[in-house]
């Protein structure tokens, strides 16, 4: 892990004015970075520091960082957010939609670049998406319309498919739009819709086991930094279930997962680093806009498709961006 990182507790929250003085001599501004899940997360740190690196900003050189990994924790982020906001950095970036909010009740003066977040002025992160205010803007994730895509895409993939379950960890994700969403589309489909809760590991299996009991059951995964970490095992059950599944990023599709509809996550932290940049130059997160995810990847595993009996219709792998052999 990356120097300096903090373990919570009395012995960490005692250094924390010494280390905050000793980078406040080296005269270097400071970087926090609360990150919601753990080694899953190599690739999008590795994207944020080249985003930093193309706009002269090296950690170590001239710029500090300090990156927190909460392992999908909704009481270890709030407490990692406590730890940030006292150690009074020159900015903060919080990932995911679960990092936001125990930072805007701590803090109304550090800015804070969010990264990955959904419907940031539903959620009340912002005040409109053209003019944010106050001390946080950044970079939003899916519109939760795709949560009908989801569905849709699903019943093309396998047309046997009768019912959909939507997983997702409630205390997690703000699922409520994607299921109303997901929801009319599977009753303009004439199928069976299920939220599918999951809050803990061991439940992961038993909940899948049951909604595939029988043919005709499709699974449909929200983004949430609880099955993000839990990734393997998901996707390893919906395969040995013959379950087919759609997931919310393209890495469940590198893990053995049948298909994904998503944007390029490291490509959002890449971004991200202009707004770094921007804020540590002396411009307002207020008046930077919050930027949306303009283009969607639509990505295949055929081998997955194969071991679970499937033929991909020919006319939705030519809409594929990329088809894993």
């Not at 501004?29 to 590795?46: F, H, N, Q, S, W």
């Not at 050189?61 to 150690?87: C, F, M, P, T």
């Not at 205390?171 to 999951?198: C, K, N, W």
Request: hydrophobic residues 40%; glycine residues 10%.
């Amino acid at each position: 892990m990356k120097r300096r990182q903090f373990i919570l507790g009395l012995s960490t929250l005692v250094t924390l004015p010494a280390l905050a003085g000793a980078q406040q001599r080296k005269g270097m501004p400071r970087l926090g970075v609360l990150m919601t899940i753990g080694a899953e997360a190599k690739d999008r740190i590795a994207a944020l520091n080249r985003g930093l690196r193309t706009r002269g900003w090296i950690d170590g050189e001239n710029l500090e960082i300090d990156y927190h990994w909460a392992d999908g924790n909704k009481q270890r982020i709030a407490d990692i957010a406590n730890v940030l906001v006292n150690s009074r950095p020159d900015l903060i970036l919080a990932h995911s939609s679960p990092a936001v909010p125990p930072f805007l009740r701590l803090t109304q003066d550090i800015p804070i670049v969010f990264v990955q977040v959904s419907d940031p002025v539903g959620q009340g992160f912002v005040k409109n998406l053209t003019r944010p205010g106050g001390n946080v803007t950044g970079f939003a994730a899916f519109e939760f319309s795709v949560g009908g895509k989801w569905v849709e895409l699903l019943k093309e993939l396998s047309p046997n498919v009768d019912r959909v379950g939507i997983l997702y960890n409630p205390s997690t994700t703000p699922y409520e739009q994607y299921v109303v969403h997901g929801r009319a589309a599977a009753d303009a489909l004439g199928i069976a819709l299920t939220q599918v809760e999951v809050r803990e590991s061991e439940e992961i299996k038993p909940v899948l086991g049951k909604f595939g009991e029988r043919p005709g059951g499709g699974l449909a995964l929200l983004p949430d930094p609880f099955t993000s970490i839990h990734r393997d095992e998901i996707v390893g059950t919906a395969a040995r279930l013959g379950v087919p599944a759609i997931y919310p990023y393209r890495a469940y599709v590198d893990s053995g997962g049948l298909c994904s509809y998503s944007y390029d996550v490291s490509d959002l932290f890449f971004r991200s680093a202009t707004y770094v940049d921007r804020i540590l130059r002396g411009e307002k997160p207020g008046d930077l806009p919050v930027q949306l995810v303009t283009r969607y990847q639509l990505v295949f595993n055929l081998k997955t498709a194969k071991t679970m009996g499937l033929a991909l219709p020919p006319t939705l792998l030519a809409r594929a961006d990329e088809v894993i052999e």
